[in-house]
């Protein structure tokens, strides 16, 4: 039995008082309305309708049953209804997570133009550098960047590529000396991002030569501004996301080192749990994002 077919028999039924408008109405035999009624009342264990061949009338236990049915039909509709607006539009709460120093090098200054061109989307932003779980924690979308991105069920959509550089600040060259090849960071003070896939291991490449320095880091932080802080300090040399350092470097606060050596690339990705039946909400940040970054 379609139990949702049947009380939408049922409920016909009751309020045209008849089967075969009720047919009619439904476009069924009748046939397939008394089939209905009578699979309902099996599920039911009660006698619903009392009925000859010339007229019908609800028992006292089918206007009871009648009074939820409804109700919980009318409810449904009620739901299929308050979709409608989100279905159509752009509109709703979009719940996204994005790494916080992407957001506020890249993204941050651009938003309130976008919920000026969605005014139907209420933006909740979570700015965390961990890899949340989106599914179980809610989200609708997260930006992510890494070297390689895992296999997943996630959909992953590109966004950027950024480039990564060997950086310090002036001073600090001036007291410790500019390394001349990645062996020499052995002797550096290095400042490390915790939170990066390559955090333990710097990876340097030179006309198809690949060297991998393990880093010992006396300072440790799961921020790339608070690295960045530290190399303004001049406390130490770190491999760096350039769009992060690039105004610096153009003023002057850093300077690169092994620029003849190419260093790791990060990706950025928009990933979101699945393609079908993508809210307007989703697809309407997704190309704010995408031309974003592309602008940029």
């Not at 979709?83 to 979009?94: D, F, I, M, V």
């Not at 976008?114 to 989200?139: A, C, K, M, N, Q």
Request: aromatic fraction near 8%; charge should be neutral.
């Amino acid at each position: 039995m379609d139990r949702f077919t049947a009380l939408q028999v049922f409920r016909q039924v009751a309020e045209l008082n008849g089967f075969a408008e009720a047919g009619r109405r439904l476009g069924l035999s009748p046939a397939a309305i008394s089939k209905n009624i009578a699979e309902l009342e099996a599920h039911a264990g009660t006698r619903l309708i009392n009925r000859t061949t010339r007229r019908m009338a609800l028992t006292e236990e089918g206007r009871i049953y009648l009074e939820h049915v409804v109700r919980g039909l009318d409810a449904l509709t009620e739901a299929d209804e308050a979709l409608s607006p989100l279905r159509e539009g752009a509109s709703g709460t979009l719940r996204v997570s994005a790494p916080m120093t992407v957001t506020l090098t890249r993204l941050s200054t651009a938003i309130p133009r976008f919920l000026s061109l969605h005014p139907g989307i209420t933006l909740d932003l979570h700015l965390d550098d961990r890899r949340v779980d989106l599914i179980r924690e809610g989200f609708d979308l997260a930006i992510r960047g890494s070297d390689s991105l895992e296999d997943s069920s996630l959909i992953a959509r590109k966004l950027a590529v950024m480039p990564h550089v060997l950086c310090a600040a002036p001073s600090y060259f001036e007291a410790r000396g500019k390394p001349k090849a990645p062996s020499d960071l052995r002797w550096h003070n290095c400042v490390r991002f915790s939170l990066s896939g390559h955090a333990d291991v710097w990876e340097f490449c030179k006309n198809g030569r690949t060297e991998r320095i393990a880093v010992a880091a006396r300072y440790s932080v799961a921020s790339s501004l608070a690295v960045r802080d530290a190399l303004r300090e001049g406390f130490g040399l770190s491999l760096m996301p350039y769009p992060y350092v690039a105004s610096d470097l153009r003023e002057g606060r850093l300077q690169c080192a092994l620029e003849d050596w190419s260093a790791v690339e990060t990706t950025l990705y928009a990933v979101y749990p699945s393609r079908q039946h993508l809210a307007p909400k989703i697809h309407a940040f997704l190309d704010f994002l995408a031309e974003e970054f592309r602008r940029s």
